[in-house]
Nanobody, 120 residues
Framework: QVQLVESGGGMVQPGGSLRLSCVAS????????MSWYRQASGKERELVASITSAGSSTNYADSVKGRFTISRDNAKKTTYLQMNILKPDDTAVYYC?????????????WGQGTQVTVSS
């Protein structure tokens, strides 16, 4: 059974930090690019950060560059999102995504999401 399970969300004051984790099971994580998305209330889901399957390349939304860091440990089947200097605008449900395209067929999996609330 394919599963992505996020954890680490919660409530934090502006300027604080959180680390999100996403544990994969039921598929070979090391074959997949991994991403974190977020969706704020009333807004569309947006890409926050992504990392290639081997971890050799990362990409970030302009709004989080310099504050967030995505990383992965394929041996632990876990992807992380370290979030520093959090702002109220970072408040959203954060989703983990696994993505791979092979021979023209796309395989994509999503976690259930974890809530992050930044408020004083």
């Amino acid at each position: 059974q394919v599963q992505l399970v996020e954890s680490g969300g919660g409530m934090v004051q502006p300027g604080g930090s959180l680390r999100l984790s996403c544990v994969a099971s039921g598929f070979p994580l090391s074959w997949y690019d991994m991403s974190w998305y977020r969706q704020a209330s009333g807004k569309e889901r947006e890409l926050v950060a992504s990392i290639t399957s081997a971890g050799s390349s990362t990409n970030y939304a302009d709004s989080v560059k310099g504050r967030f860091t995505i990383s992965r440990d394929n041996a632990k089947k876990t992807t992380y999102l370290q979030m520093n200097i959090l702002k109220p605008d970072d408040t959203a449900v954060y989703y983990c995504n696994a993505d791979r395209t092979i021979f023209g067929t796309r395989y994509a999996y999503w976690g259930q999401g974890t809530q992050v609330t930044v408020s004083s």
